[in-house]
């Protein structure tokens, strides 16, 4: 069980794709994505970065911060919950 990735797990179990779409859908009703929408534009006015790997460097640390605690503890505990019901898969 320790030998493998969460990565692997999930992958093996078809999870990865419902977690990826529980994260993405919990930003958005959180409103994560208006907010580095907005910093985004900010890079480019404040910045002048016009391609989007300057973009990304610069918006990257701050969009990490903004995501709420809760919406990572929802999403851990489900992670959690998957690698626990293959742990008894594996028994």
């Known amino acids: 069980m320790y030998s ?3 990565d692997q797990i999930t992958i093996l179990q078809g999870d990865r794709t419902k977690l990826k779409d529980l994260l993405r859908l ?7 994505n208006d907010q580095v929408r907005y910093l985004c534009r900010k890079a480019i ?12 460097q610069v918006v990257t640390p ?3 911060t903004l995501i709420p605690d809760v919406v990572k ?3 851990l505990q489900k992670i ?3 690698l626990l019901q293959q742990e008894k898969l594996d028994l």
Not at 49 to 55: E, L, Q, R
């Open 73 to 75: 503890r929802e999403l």
């Open 45 to 56: 006015v404040e910045n002048g970065h016009t391609n989007v790997d300057g973009i990304v």
């Open 80 to 82: 959690r919950m998957s």
């Open 26 to 32: 919990r930003l958005i009703e959180c409103g994560w």
């Open 4 to 6: 493998k990735s969460v």
């Open 62 to 64: 701050e969009a990490r």
